[in-house]
């Protein structure tokens, strides 16, 4: 009997992929569901066991591309006795922060694999046209996150900047750099997750659930919700991350509205 391929194992082929099937898979047994899932959570841990195990091998490099919004906003506070240094405040951060820096790399590298497997996991129940949909949902996932986390990390410095010299010059500020790096990680999740509109207004536009002139009706309310969610969401308490993360979410607004214009399904 010929030996299934890797591919084959890890990645089933999905039924019902011919050319007029336009229904799901027959029902699996619950035996073979939580076969599957076995699959899933197996490569998912493997993914992201060896992103982890490469992002600790370049953890230094990691950790100074994520110190380096708080060296801007250290140095823009102005001279200082102790320049741009943080510190540590325990024995084992020395190696804490370091594992704590590559798990979440690790986790970030390891997400395209991770969404890939979870729809392969719930593809047999999926029509052909929703399952034609899928990809470029993941991917646009994927990338309106990254996009979200990168633009976190570009107005960081803004913010801390603020809350550095709110104080003025008699406070001396030595930030400790496993708080800092548990903020900047809160803050990137933040932004990373709420890019994510213009994805799941798409999906909602392709379902039939929304329209661009129902999106446009609800513009004011809609642009309301938005400054008030930031308000609330943002951690900190300086005015310009909130003030950053609404405009963007408007702009992204206005832009699920241009693409529900023209919705996938079609």
């Known amino acids: 009997m010929a030996t299934r391929s890797i591919a084959e194992t890890l990645v089933p082929p ?13 029902g699996q047994t619950v035996v073979e569901h939580l076969e599957d899932l076995r699959r899933v959570l197996i490569v998912c841990l493997i993914a992201w066991a060896g992103t982890t195990a490469l992002a600790f091998i370049f953890n230094h490099a990691l950790i100074q591309l994520l110190e380096r919004p708080l060296k801007l906003a250290l140095l823009h506070r102005g001279p200082s006795p102790f320049g741009s240094t943080v510190i540590v405040t325990s024995p084992i951060e020395g190696l804490s922060i ?15 694999i991770v969404a890939w497997q979870a729809f392969t996991f719930v593809a047999p129940g999926l029509r052909r046209a929703e399952r034609r949909l899928a990809g470029p949902f993941i991917a646009g996932s994927v990338v309106c996150f990254a996009v979200g986390a990168t633009f976190a990390y570009l107005v960081m410095p803004v913010g801390l900047s603020f809350l550095a010299g709110f104080l ?4 001396v500020y030595l930030p400790d750099l496993n708080a800092y790096l548990s903020f900047f990680t809160l803050v990137m ?47 900190g308490a300086d005015p310009f991350t909130p003030a950053l993360l609404s405009t ?15 919705p996938l399904h079609r």
């Not at 370091?98 to 395209?112: I, N, R, S």
């Not at 003025?168 to 406070?171: I, K, N, S, V, Y």
């Open 189 to 235: 999740v933040v932004f990373g997750v709420t890019f994510e509109m213009p994805v799941v207004v798409s999906l909602l536009g392709a379902l039939g659930v929304v329209s661009s002139a129902t999106l446009r009706r609800w513009r004011r309310p809609a642009i309301f919700s938005i400054v008030a969610v930031a308000l609330v969401i943002t951690p």
């Open 168 to 171: 003025g010059t008699d406070a």
């Open 14 to 26: 999905m039924s019902g992929a011919g050319a007029g099937d336009e229904d799901p898979a027959p």
């Open 98 to 112: 370091p594992f704590k820096v590559a798990v979440l790399a690790g986790l970030a590298g390891a997400l395209p």
């Open 248 to 262: 963007a979410l408007i702009v992204l607004y206005e832009l699920s509205i241009l693409i529900v214009r023209h």
